[in-house]
T-cell receptor, first 111, second 113 residues
Framework: QKEVEQDPGPLSVPEGAIVSLNCTYSNSAFQYFMWYRQYSRKGPELLMY????GNKEDGRFTAQVDKSSKYISLFIRDSQPSDSATYLCAMSGGSSYKLIFGSGTRLLVRP | EPEVTQTPSHQVTQMGQEVILRCVPISNHLYFYWYRQILGQKVEFLVSFYNNEISEKSEIFDDQFSVERPDGSNFTLKIRSTKLEDSAMYFC???????????FGDGTRLSIL
């Protein structure tokens, strides 16, 4: 079983749609959960950072963590063409600070 | 907004040659990291560095790799004798403390011929 699994997409939605991106993981030691956005030929850009279970909202973005199901989600409301990018989930925990990444989901928001 | 900067953006090197990738982390950050991303694959952890020493490294980070913080601002990754399979994007990251968010640079694309 892979440590972090993420549907690679691509996911194509019309402008204004609500987007749901998800990751599952197997390591119960993970406590810190992040979502990064990566545009072509750029580095990962931090979008959301959450600790343990619960929800966090920042503008059009909402991150959810369900540790009991080992499942995390990122919701994007009112999606814009500029949101078209690859979205990476990443997590860490236990005695290690290293990030374990998902494979990334490519999102295309059509005007 | 402060950012992590990496140079060069693209490095082309002959197999067997040494290469040094450079990074300037965010100035008040204490933890530094290198990751790599082979084309079409996941971002993979290489090494973390704190208080002038390696705090953790992956199986990828063998004797051919080394890291250094030669002065108060730069953080470097050296590959001693490059192999074809070292071709990848190499990302530097930094964080204020260990369990705080890591901020990434835009990477160095390393091409080994």
């Amino acid at each position: 079983q892979k440590e972090v699994e993420q549907d690679p997409g691509p996911l194509s939605v019309p402008e204004g749609a609500i987007v749901s991106l998800n990751c599952t993981y197997s390591n119960s030691a993970f406590q810190y959960f992040m979502w990064y956005r990566q545009y072509s030929r750029k580095g990962p850009e931090l979008l959301m950072y959450t600790y343990s279970s619960g929800n966090k909202e920042d503008g059009r973005f909402t991150a959810q963590v369900d540790k009991s199901s080992k499942y995390i989600s990122l919701f994007i409301r009112d999606s814009q063409p500029s949101d078209s990018a690859t979205y990476l989930c990443a997590m860490s925990g236990g005695s290690s600070y290293k990030l374990i990444f998902g494979s990334g989901t490519r999102l295309l928001v059509r005007p | 907004e402060p950012e992590v900067t990496q140079t060069p953006s693209h490095q082309v090197t002959q197999m067997g040659q040494e290469v040094i990738l450079r990074c300037v982390p965010i100035s008040n950050h204490l933890y530094f990291y290198w990751y790599r991303q082979i084309l079409g694959q996941k971002v993979e952890f290489l090494v973390s560095f704190y208080n002038n020493e390696i705090s953790e490294k992956s199986e990828i980070f063998d004797d051919q790799f080394s890291v250094e913080r030669p002065d108060g601002s730069n953080f470097t990754l050296k590959i001693r004798s490059t192999k074809l399979e070292d071709s990848a994007m190499y990302f530097c990251a930094s964080s204020p403390e260990g369990n705080q968010p890591q901020h990434f640079g835009d990477g160095t694309r390393l091409s080994i011929l």
